[in-house]
Antibody, heavy 119, light 107 residues
Framework: QVQLQESGPGLVKPSQTLSLTCTVS??????????WSWIRQPPGKGLEWIGY???????YYNPSLKSRLTISIDTSKNQFSLRLSSVTAADTAIYYC???????????WGQGTMVTVSS | DIQMTQSPSSLSASVGDRVTITCRAS??????LAWFQQKPGKVPQLLIY???TLQSGVPSRFSGSGSGTDFTLTISSLQPEDVATYYC?????????FGQGTKVEIK
């Protein structure tokens, strides 16, 4: 059974870069035509799709974040990562990673990691 | 970009009631529509995909319908464990936008 686990700093200073990693276990990140996604949820608010990366490295980003966002994949470590630059308090959220199968959206989620942007 | 609008934003119903939540896309998305359930303090869970296909393990009291721009999530008989916020999501193409959510409570 595939499992996902987010990791990274819980506190980031304004204007700095937020970096998170999602480690995949129970499955190879390079097997099959899957998409590896990032989704976030500000405290008390709804879900926001951030973007995803395919097993081959193709990326698709939310246009509202595109200028600050990089999603990458490391098949040797079975991990994919998110980097969000020039963060502000509006980027404070629980960040989830998730796995999407062909024609099936985020069916497997990580537990989420809370990131606070504050000085 | 396609916008997803859910209604109502919240509802309160009695145990055993039939509950309906709607989701409207600003453009046609065929049947590339999913529903997620997020219980308080928990990770969202996929309930339905392809507008009407129940994810494995989801109780049969949940059902989905619709195609194009108008979609519905129905709980045929509301149970206490169904207290949650429900989100629709379009996934025909990026960005995979979520609706704003519908909070379901027990009266």
């Amino acid at each position: 059974q595939v499992q996902l686990q987010e990791s990274g700093p819980g506190l980031v200073k304004p204007s700095q870069t937020l970096s998170l990693t999602c480690t995949v276990s129970g499955d190879s990140i390079s097997s099959g035509y899957f998409y590896w996604s990032w989704i976030r949820q500000p405290p008390g608010k709804g879900l926001e799709w951030i973007g995803y990366i395919s097993f081959s490295g193709d990326t698709y980003y939310n246009p509202s974040l595109k200028s600050r966002l990089t999603i990458s994949i490391d098949t040797s470590k079975n991990q994919f990562s998110l980097r969000l630059s020039s963060v502000t308090a509006a980027d404070t959220a629980i960040y989830y990673c998730a796995k999407e199968a062909p024609f099936i959206p985020a069916g497997v989620w990580g537990q989420g990691t809370m990131v606070t942007v504050s000085s | 970009d396609i916008q997803m609008t859910q209604s109502p934003s919240s509802l309160s119903a009695s145990v055993g009631d039939r509950v309906t939540i709607t989701c409207r896309a600003s453009q046609g998305i065929s049947n590339y529509l999913a529903w997620f359930q997020q219980k308080p303090g928990k990770v969202p869970q996929l309930l339905i995909y392809a507008a009407s296909t129940l994810q494995s393990g989801v109780p049969s009291r949940f059902s989905g319908s619709g195609s194009g721009t108008d979609f519905t999530l129905t709980i045929s008989s509301l149970q206490p464990e169904d207290v949650a916020t429900y989100y629709c999501q379009k996934y025909n193409s990026a960005p995979e936008t979520f609706g704003q959510g519908t909070k379901v409570e027990i009266k």
